[in-house]
């Protein structure tokens, strides 16, 4: 007997990963279209937490009109006798991946970025109500975590009770921050895995070490110890550090075997400071994504809850989907916000002294963590709205990339020949890029950080060459 057989869709682990169009979607929760939504989790004592009462605090699902956005807060309340507020991180991520196991229901991001869809064909079957979805979070809180003695789940769809409890909910997660803030790397000999992202990102895994938060934001290094702890088995798991191999770039042996082992051979090194060569695998939920801009030399981030385009042209969405998926893409790092207060953010190429452009308000977030010398010399959307505009802020800035662009300046001079001739030294470049791929005679040679330079450029249609 299925310990969900009265659950009018399916339940089981065949459904992580699947995506629901807008076309075929009866609603959506949170998304993007909402400024506030969170899932959200609380330790309380034991005689204050009912076991398995389903609250819905505003309209259910049935009650809502088929292809609208609402929003929606989800708070799981559980208690234990050995169950620590610490534990509150792990729950609440459990939140994604239980949702997950749900037939034509998808869950994306987390705490305050949730973007929830159901499919019109499960919603035709019967799942019409939060009860169903309070159930299966019920029983498979209870089975797979049985630290959890009791819990109760409660909806909020009601707009003002979802405005009230939001920076409530903010606070809580900013106070469980800080809290994992203050460990080194260099201070501890485990670090944790997580693979819970992988029903997507087939071969992505989060290293998470004290000064490398989780991509998604919502787990610590803390929270893997804790969930390493109480489910061996789960998502999340002990990488014995290992040989510092790199500490600059931030390599080490044991982080290097663990990827490899649980990406199946796809990752086999990994430098966790940086951006370029070997950077962390980026998943699909990323926060944030560092994006190499080789026009500056320096990096823009931009977060998902973005909604212009950033100083490149680029939305957030065109950048993820550049880096997502599990792979390692030269010059683009998927990353938390959290990272971003972390003094080995992107350390090896430079950290903050190579960061360009941000959005305001991430910039906001951040600022207390970003170098006061810095801090003004970083362009957000509203002091400029393209490459060119980007270069003339930071050179009246000061920015320390302009020594980069002196450096290069330098070097290219140093390596013109001295009988170059005018038309030579107008030269400007046809190419740019972080990493350049040639293939020649049957080998891949790769360029970094490349700026190709013609005296002349002959473009010739395929169709041409093909008569030719
Ligand atoms: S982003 Fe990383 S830590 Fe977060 S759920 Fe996915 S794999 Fe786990």
């Known amino acids: 007997m299925s310990m969900f057989e009265d659950i009018p869709v399916d339940v089981g682990v065949i459904y992580e990963g699947e995506r629901i169009r807008r076309k075929d979607m009866q609603v959506e929760l949170g998304g993007p279209s909402i400024k506030e939504k969170f899932e959200w989790a609380k330790v309380k004592p034991l005689d204050q937490v009912e076991d398995g009462k389903v609250t819905i605090i505003g309209p259910d699902i049935k009650d809502m009109t088929e292809g609208q956005a609402y929003p929606l807060g989800i708070l799981v309340e559980a208690a234990g006798s050995t169950l620590e507020p610490a534990l509150e991180g792990v729950i609440e991520r459990r939140i994604h991946g239980y949702l997950n196991f749900i037939e034509g229901f998808m869950h994306l991001n987390q705490r305050y970025d949730i973007w929830m869809r159901l499919g019109k064909k499960a919603f035709q079957k019967g799942l019409n109500s939060f009860e169903y979805i309070g159930k299966v979070l019920y029983k498979l ?71 490398r938060y989780s991509n998604c934001g919502a787990i610590s290094w803390f929270d893997g110890r804790a969930s390493a702890q109480i489910d061996p088995k789960g998502p999340v798991f002990a990488i014995e550090r290992g040989e510092l191999l790199n500490a600059e770039k931030g390599e080490f042996s044991g982080v290097n075997e663990a990827v490899k082992k649980r990406s199946l051979g796809d990752v086999d090194r990994v430098w966790l400071y940086t951006a370029f060569d070997h950077p962390h695998t980026s ?101 400029v709205q393209n490459i060119d505009e980007l270069k003339t802020f930071l050179k009246e800035k000061k920015h320390p990339v302009l020594a980069r662009w002196e450096a290069e300046a330098a070097a290219v001079e140093a390596a013109a020949p001295a009988e170059a001739t005018a038309e030579e030294g107008a030269m400007i470049p046809v190419a740019t890029a972080a990493s350049l791929p040639i293939m020649a005679a049957g080998f891949k040679i790769i360029l970094k950080d490349a700026k190709i330079y013609a005296k002349k450029v002959i473009i010739r249609s395929m169709k041409d060459e093909k008569k030719t």
């Not at 003094?343 to 600022?367: H, I, Q, T």
């Open 141 to 211: 809180f209870k089975s797979e975590l049985p630290i959890i003695e009791k819990v109760q789940i409660t909806f909020i769809t009601d707009p003002a009770k979802v405005k009230e409890m939001y920076p409530v909910a903010l606070e809580d997660y900013e106070a469980r921050d800080a809290k994992a803030r203050g460990l080194k790397d260099e201070e501890v000999d485990k670090f944790y895995g997580c693979v819970l992202c992988q029903s997507f990102a087939p071969s992505h895994v989060c290293v998470i070490t004290p000064q």
């Open 283 to 383: 998943c699909g939920c990323f926060e944030a994504v560092a994006f190499y801009i080789p026009e500056v030399e320096g990096f823009g981030v931009v977060n998902r809850s973005f909604k212009g385009v950033t100083v490149n042209g680029l939305a957030f969405s065109t950048l993820a989907d550049s880096t997502a998926g599990g792979r390692q893409v030269d010059g683009f790092h998927g990353m938390s916000i959290e990272y971003m207060r972390s003094k080995k953010f992107l350390a090896a190429d430079d950290g903050w002294n190579r960061v360009v452009w941000l959005p305001k308000e991430v910039k906001e977030r951040v600022k207390d963590f970003i170098p006061a010398d810095v801090v003004d010399k970083i362009a957000t959307e509203e002091d």
